[in-house]
């Protein structure tokens, strides 16, 4: 049978963001494919080098429309590491509270897309409501639903306080009652399983070949968690399991991003249980002395780097961001040969895109 | 695999060079090796033989202050422990081996150091342009240290 190239996107009813692919099948059986990146290209590397550290801050809080907070907590961490100021206790908590806040709708907002993508919308319908919970709480202790303002270089910009409380567990526990209910039709739907079982499997090999991380990583027994292999304050002090599965495959990658979910929460009452009284912020120097640092942080899509070079003024002398959306679409070309026609939009949900992310 | 630490990197590193790599410890939290760029390929080759499959975080490419005529690469590894290797080329005419063959991981990173810092990559066939347009053409390289300045 002859070889058809089916462009798809960069505007496409199956993806949000823009990004155009180009497939290569025959008959019903998929070849490979090809990417191309860069039509929410912002330039943030170089802007970076042409403004403050402050200004920086809300610079890279528009990375990402949905991990926002990862990506300002990573920077000022580098900030603050070339400062060599050390941010009170509370505040490291409460940006981990933020981090596995964000970790889990985005899980839900992913399950949700994946759902969709099956033809499970009442799965969709309740992921995204469940979201909600998680997203009201962030809009209740900083202001923002997406963009968060969180941080500050030394600390955060919000505190909780008595009132808080009873709002945040009461989310926490509709989440944690929603998600076991989730789990279990994850994990037994007949449709579902026929659609994601044994499809797309990816091995170690190719994992590490890749520079994948994330859950994409550990759904294919690739036991890597920054949070717990190179942990910043204070994930060195909170207990959490890292969720793998042997398995590579689509079902795989469904069932740990949903366990994950459940483990955030753990983590999230955790925090809240051990956050320690005091200040939420330092008073920081406008300028950073010359020095140049790498932090390794875990998004919800995996690990997240960023390189910061200071060569003694108030702006960044080099700023590199490596998102793992990226590593995660270099992949897919390999995870789109030898599949079915009808499961791309599994393996492409499956990887969890953030285009916005890959371009920066 | 596990016993396997910086130190004993270098080591190996150092061996199959020849000569004693420079250690570069001023980047914070990563151990870092400066080696000659046309020996990159046979490091990276054996980063991934010790390891069964390197994996690469990514690739920076910057122009530091008071050395505009030297482009720096920085290959960023995490296998348990994370390291990076450094090499630096002529920014008149940046062009190293790719690394490709090895680490298919490292296209896109390859294609991005080439449009933003105009480097060449051999031995791979082409580098299209992974982030500005196909039709990009507005002088040198977009992150350039003199493009920036500008």
Same mark, same amino acid.
């Given at each position: 049978m002859s070889k058809i190239s089916i462009p798809i996107g $960069? =505007? &496409? $009813?199956?993806?949000k963001e823009p990004l155009s692919m180009k497939i290569d099948i025959s008959g019903e059986k998929v070849l490979g494919g090809s990417l191309r990146l860069g039509? /929410? &290209? @912002?330039g943030i590397e170089r802007l970076a080098q042409k403004r403050n550290y402050v200004q920086t801050i809300h610079l890279v809080e @528009?990375? +990402?429309?949905? +991990?926002?907070h990862i990506h300002t907590t990573t920077f000022c961490q580098a900030v603050e590491s070339l400062l060599k100021l050390e941010v009170p206790p509370r505040a490291q908590y409460l940006r981990a509270l933020m981090c596995e806040l964000e970790r889990i709708h985005s899980h839900l907002l992913w399950l949700g897309i994946l759902a969709k993508h099956v033809g499970l919308d009442t799965i969709f319908m309740h992921t995204w409501h469940d979201r909600e919970l998680a997203l009201d709480v962030m809009e209740e202790i900083t202001g923002g639903r997406v963009l968060h303002g969180a941080n500050q270089i030394g600390g955060v910009r919000f505190d909780l306080d008595e009132s808080h409380f009873p709002m945040i567990y009461a989310n926490l526990e509709k989440l944690r009652s929603q998600i076991s209910g989730l789990l279990d039709i994850l994990e037994n739907e007949p449709a579902l399983i026929a659609r994601t079982k044994g499809v797309a499997p990816v091995s170690q090999k190719t994992i590490r070949q890749y520079g994948v991380a994330g859950p994409v990583a550990r759904a294919s *027994? /690739?036991? /890597?968690?920054m949070r717990r292999d190179n942990p910043l304050p204070p994930y060195d002090q909170l207990k959490f399991s890292v969720v793998t599965m042997p398995d590579g495959d689509a079902w795989a990658r469904t069932i740990v991003r949903a366990e994950e979910i459940r483990e955030s929460l753990n983590l999230c009452e955790m925090i809240l249980e051990d956050l320690p009284d005091g200040e939420v912020s330092k008073r920081a120097p406008r300028n950073v002395p010359e020095g140049e640092v790498i932090i390794r942080s875990e998004a919800p899509r995996g690990e997240l780097f960023y390189y910061l070079r200071s060569d *003694?003024?108030? =702006? $960044?002398a080099r700023l590199k961001i490596r998102t793992p959306t990226l590593a995660a679409l270099c992949l897919l070309p390999v995870q789109m040969s030898d599949i079915q026609v009808a499961d791309i939009p599994v393996v492409l949900a499956g990887v969890d895109l953030c285009v916005a992310c890959a371009d920066r | 695999m596990d016993k396997v630490n910086f130190e004993v990197l270098r080591e190996q590193i150092d061996s199959l060079v020849g000569s004693k790599c420079e250690v570069y410890d001023a980047i914070g939290n990563d151990d870092a090796l400066i080696i000659p760029s046309e020996r990159l390929m046979d490091v990276v080759a054996l980063i991934d033989q010790i390891f069964d499959g390197a994996h690469l975080t990514t690739i920076t490419a910057q122009q530091r202050a008071g050395q505009h005529n030297l482009i720096e690469l920085m290959y960023h590894f995490y296998q348990k422990f994370a390291f990076t290797i450094i090499v630096r080329l002529p920014a008149e005419a940046p062009s190293i081996a790719s690394i490709l063959s090895i680490l298919p991981g490292a296209d896109f990173y390859e294609r991005e150091v080439a449009e933003m810092f105009g480097v060449k990559f051999t031995g791979r066939t082409e580098t299209p342009p992974l982030l500005l347009p196909d039709d990009w053409d507005q002088g040198p390289p977009f992150i350039r240290k003199e493009v920036i300045d500008e």
């Open positions: $960069p =505007q &496409h $009813p199956l993806l039509y /929410v &290209h @912002r @528009r990375v +990402c429309g949905i +991990c926002s *027994g /690739v036991d /890597v968690d *003694g003024t108030d =702006q $960044p | -």
